[in-house]
């Protein structure tokens, strides 16, 4: 990869000196830089994933505990979290609670199924969320009563980030 960098470096520079030999195109594309490999998130281990959700348990804030609770129980990226809308959640008799994901990062949707604990980490946030006005969708611009929202206003991914960081 650093090679190929490093070529398309010298035919810029041979560009910007105004070498009269230089080529006269283009020789190496931006897009044929290699794209450094990227590890793929990891799954916890069984035990420190048992005592995160156990810290979490203790969480003082309802949003977050409910927040941190449906990322792991729903395999969910923060955008689609916060996202959500109140009518996410559909129930299938005798196959249990689905999670309806947005639209998002790959502009795809899916539903993932929902285990008890994160059912419940939901249900005591709509108990203290109440009742909130309709924003405005930022892909739609339609109206919309998304699931986490405080205050007439909806989290954004900056004070996401800062709230559970310690």
């Not at 560009?15 to 990227?38: K, L, M, N």
């Not at 309802?62 to 990322?71: D, F, K, N, V, W």
């Amino acid at each position: 990869m650093h090679a190929v960098i490093n070529l398309r470096s010298f035919f810029d520079d041979l560009t910007a000196w105004g070498w009269a030999d230089r080529p006269a195109e283009t020789v190496v594309h931006r897009a044929d830089i290699p794209r450094p490999s990227a590890p793929l998130p990891r799954a916890l281990a069984p035990q420190t994933d048992s005592a995160l959700m156990k810290d979490v348990a203790n969480l003082p804030d309802t949003a977050a505990r409910a927040g941190i609770t449906l990322l792991r129980g729903g395999g969910l990226r923060l955008g689609e979290l916060l996202d959500l809308e109140l009518d996410c959640l559909w129930d299938l008799p005798g196959h249990g609670t689905w999670l309806k994901v947005p639209l998002g990062k790959l502009n795809t949707e899916r539903v993932v199924p929902l285990d008890d604990a994160t059912l419940a980490a939901l249900d005591q946030w709509m108990s203290e969320r109440g009742s909130q006005r309709a924003l405005p969708h930022p892909r739609t611009g339609r109206p919309a009563d998304f699931l986490f929202t405080l205050r007439g206003t909806r989290p954004s991914r900056s004070q996401t980030n800062r709230s559970t960081t310690p």
